[in-house]
């Protein structure tokens, strides 16, 4: 839809992601990245509203994350606010401050360095149950397995003999490492025009109960909320005319189940940038990471003239327990009132 309204658009991006970085601390990624992205658009701190840091005590291993962190992003002396739900919840959070007028240029920034950690299921562990150390508890992985089990019942997977746990192998899962990942969002006519990397369109977001056996873990509730979502406020940006899909999930199960619940357009891509398994990151990051790489194939996929969107949807909690779905484009009239 045609609307006055401005639009916000993703203006610059930047990555850092490999299998183990041992010779930069989390916080010299950070600064790393957030330099590289403020930098391609001539931007610095001092020219950022606010700074949106996606972050989790336990998972980076420090009392309060955002005192560290906030620094190397470009936060000193700044607005700044820690989400610490999910890097995905991140993003949608510096969109919507735009959206409600708080903020003309954000910088969001979200990263997970499990190397630092010894043993990184072990903190998923106590993420879980933090007064009580179990040798057997859940986590993403465990979680992950229970879910697939649910996809696979009735069907033979025994000529699989490679699990990590049944009936996961390593190639269905998410590839674990080192990574930051930093978006800056900013409100048409605070950039020049065509220099944008993609429109946001929209977001929707849902959680559901956190009680694993009070839910059936196939059926996606979540996401199909959050697409719903969507779908009542901007008809044009639900997912039967997604050009593209980037899906951060706990297993390639959930991939497919995504591929066969969502309504999508003929010829539409699902993970065209690579399957989970070949990705480094952590949950924590994880759909933030498809989000990225849904940003990305805008630019590079769309043709000038036709309206292209892509979507990128990710899972937090376990086996799926909330749901994000951000919609982007390369038109801004593609979007709600």
Not at 5 to 27: F, H, N, Y
Not at 100 to 120: F, M, T, Y
Not at 180 to 205: K, M, N, P, Q, T
Request: overall charge negative; glycine content about 10%; aromatic content about 6%.
């Amino acid at each position: 839809m045609t609307t006055n309204r401005p639009g916000i658009a993703v203006i610059a991006t930047a990555t850092i992601a490999l299998a183990r970085e041992s010779s930069k601390s989390l916080e010299e990624m950070i600064f790393e990245a957030s330099k590289s992205a403020l930098s391609s658009v001539g931007l610095a701190a001092a020219d950022i509203d606010a700074f949106v840091i996606g972050g989790n005590d336990q998972i980076d291993g420090r009392v309060i994350s955002i005192m560290p962190s906030a620094g190397p992003a470009g936060g000193v002396d700044q607005d700044t606010t820690m989400i610490a739900s999910s890097g995905d919840h991140a993003l949608i959070y510096g969109y919507l401050r735009i959206m409600a007028g708080q903020s003309k240029h954000v910088l969001v920034a979200s990263w997970a360095k499990p190397s630092e950690s010894i043993d990184p299921d072990r903190a998923e562990l106590m993420s879980a149950e933090p007064y009580l150390l179990r040798a057997v508890g859940m986590n993403e992985t465990i979680a992950a397995a229970l879910q697939a089990s649910r996809f696979v019942e009735g069907k033979d997977v025994r000529g699989n003999t490679d699990f990590v746990v049944w009936p996961l192998t390593r190639a269905d899962l998410p590839g674990r490492g080192d990574s930051v990942h930093v978006a800056i969002l900013a409100l048409e006519g605070s950039f020049a025009a065509g220099s944008e990397l993609a429109w946001i369109v929209d977001a929707g977001w849902s959680t559901s109960t956190y009680e694993l056996g009070a839910r059936d873990l196939t059926d996606l509730d979540a996401l199909k909320n959050a697409c719903a979502q969507i779908t009542k406020r901007n008809p044009g940006a639900s997912s039967s005319n997604w050009n593209a899909i980037e899906v951060g999930a706990a297993s390639e199960y959930v991939v497919t189940a995504v591929k066969e619940f969502l309504p999508m357009k003929s010829g539409a891509s699902v993970n065209a940038s690579g399957p989970l398994s070949e990705q480094f990151t952590s949950p924590f990051v994880l759909g933030l990471s498809r989000m990225m790489r849904a940003i990305d194939s805008v630019k590079k996929a769309s043709i000038p003239g036709e309206i292209y969107l892509t979507a990128g949807i990710g899972f937090n909690g376990f086996a799926g327990q909330g749901a994000s779905v951000m919609v982007f484009s390369n038109s801004k009239d593609v979007r709600n009132d």
